[in-house]
């Protein structure tokens, strides 16, 4: 059995005038919608406004991960739903589509977040 936990927190507070978190939450928005590009940390720091090492402790007070740490999930976490959703699409595309540069790549970090290989995760599923 293969057990996924994740930790959840409001960005956009009302009323708090916070513009570092709707600022990161631009950016949360940004990774989930380009998983397939090859999201550089400092690129990500950049769009949010904040040097490297300010973002990195920002991603890490929010949601206790480095950023590289935090995009791995992202993209982990898409790669499970894709995996759940579809017993047809090829386990190559579902890693291309998250980011990763071949099935071998995804595999092997798949494996080490999960304990399982995504073809096993899928027949779980």
Do not use: Y
Not at 2 to 19: E, F, M
């Amino acid at each position: 059995m293969v057990k996924l936990i994740g930790v959840s927190q409001n960005l956009h507070a009302p009323n708090t005038g916070d513009l570092k978190l709707s600022r990161l939450a631009e950016v949360v928005e940004h990774i989930h919608t380009h998983l397939d590009d090859p999201l550089r940390v400092d690129d990500l720091a950049r769009l949010a406004g904040l040097t490297l090492p300010q973002f990195d402790r920002r991603i890490r007070k929010v949601f206790r991960l480095s950023a590289k740490q935090f995009v791995m999930k992202c993209r982990i976490e898409e790669a499970t739903c894709l995996l759940a959703e579809s017993d047809h699409q090829p386990i190559g595309e579902i890693a291309l589509a998250c980011g990763f540069s071949d099935q071998s790549a995804f595999t092997r970090q798949f494996k080490v977040t999960t304990g399982l290989p995504p073809g096993e995760f899928r027949i779980q599923m």
